[in-house]
């Protein structure tokens, strides 16, 4: 287990989020990469409010933030890539794989997480408002669209570019947080690559860290 | 100007969007990214449907997609990103700072972009619908939160990290493409880094490349 609080590099997490939220929270995407690029890290747990000073580290007040010696990051995509860089188990070393990784990291975060986002923020943190199922069929239908392209291009492959990439931690972490399981499940090859992403050992034991850290009640 | 048919570098473009989207459509973040890098590229146009094959080059059908001899890329980010790993313009050459400009294409590509364009899609792809007023007053007000934890950041600075990197190309494109300009309005510095991003002189010979290359009516 890379959880070392001796370790150079250092993820925020929050001691607390409501439980439908655990294994979801994106400094599971950074524990993952760490875990895959065999890297140990130490946790800050951020514990009621966010002090004013965090702001400065992160200044959406969200988690993860990174730090590793003179190295101060946020976004889960910029560290993540920033970690990938240290491990050709993330990222290769040629120039043309090294490019499609990044291509499907940024697709992720954007192409994918765009209409994923957009889906969670109209039908679950919007849920009672008198819009919402109609906003939520509307980017749901978009959502679709974007997977049923993701599902052409995968075909029969096991990952996107044949060989698992940080391209691939972030897709999976993607589809997994749409807020309706039933239009990945609409897909099977995607919705096996999701599970092929959960099965490997080093999200396994992110998980575990992710979920350890939660305290029961909040600060 | 680095439009140059023979250049090594190809960038595909639409022949032909509505002219509301003319100046927003995303090639127009890469010419910028190479104008700024000094770099020639050639365009191909995408005239009426999309050829079959154009999504295995770009999965979504959109633009731009990037090649460059073995390299085949997709995804602005992922492209402006490649593009300047060649030129300490858009990137410093130190780890801390190219960590810092790389942190702020991806906020710019998640964190701002995901409640942007989920206002583009509520107020503008769906005016007519009878929920885009109550869901566009959601978005709204989620990303004048971000705008307002970045117009805190930026402060009295001329650029977010204190020097222009890709970071503040990829803001300042977010930032112009909002809906409601109003929002951007709002904060007096914001609006002036959008206005110093868009009188750079690579900006504007990116932007006339880019209006040049549309025809007037569709095929």
């Known amino acids: 287990m890379p959880v070392d609080p001796a370790a150079p590099i250092e993820v925020t997490a929050f001691a607390w989020v409501p439980p439908f939220?655990?294994?979801?929270?994106r400094d599971l995407r950074v524990r993952w990469a760490l875990e895959e690029a065999g890297l140990p890290?130490?946790?800050?747990?951020?514990?009621?409010?966010?002090?004013?000073?965090?702001?400065?580290?992160?200044?959406?007040?969200?988690?993860?933030?990174?730090?590793e010696g003179g190295v101060a990051l946020f976004e889960c995509g910029a560290i993540c890539l920033h970690i990938a860089e240290k491990s050709e188990a993330?990222?290769?070393?040629?120039?043309?794989?090294?490019g499609r990784a990044t291509t499907w990291l940024f697709a992720a975060?954007?192409?994918?997480?765009?209409?994923?986002?957009g889906l969670t923020i109209t039908s679950i943190f919007n849920a009672?408002?008198?819009?919402?199922?109609?906003?939520s069929a509307a980017f749901a239908a978009f959502l679709d669209q974007r997977l049923s392209r993701l599902s052409d291009w995968l075909g029969e492959r096991e990952w996107l570019e044949g060989r698992f990439t940080v391209g691939d931690l972030m897709m999976v972490c993607v589809l997994r947080s749409i807020a309706d399981e039933g239009l990945v499940a609409k897909y099977p090859n995607l919705a096996a690559y999701v599970a092929r992403g959960e099965a490997r050992p080093a999200f396994?034991?992110?998980?575990?860290?992710?979920?350890?850290?939660?305290?029961?009640?909040?600060a």
């Open 128 to 135: 009672e408002a008198d819009w919402s199922a109609g906003a």
């Open 204 to 218: 396994i034991r992110a998980m575990q860290a992710h979920m350890a850290d939660f305290v029961a009640e909040p």
């Open 109 to 117: 975060l954007n192409s994918m997480d765009v209409p994923a986002m």
């Open 90 to 98: 993330l990222l290769p070393r040629d120039e043309a794989g090294r």
């Open 41 to 67: 890290y130490r946790v800050r747990l951020l514990q009621g409010e966010r002090p004013a000073d965090y702001y400065r580290e992160q200044p959406w007040g969200q988690v993860p933030a990174y730090r």
């Open 21 to 25: 939220a655990r294994g979801q929270v």
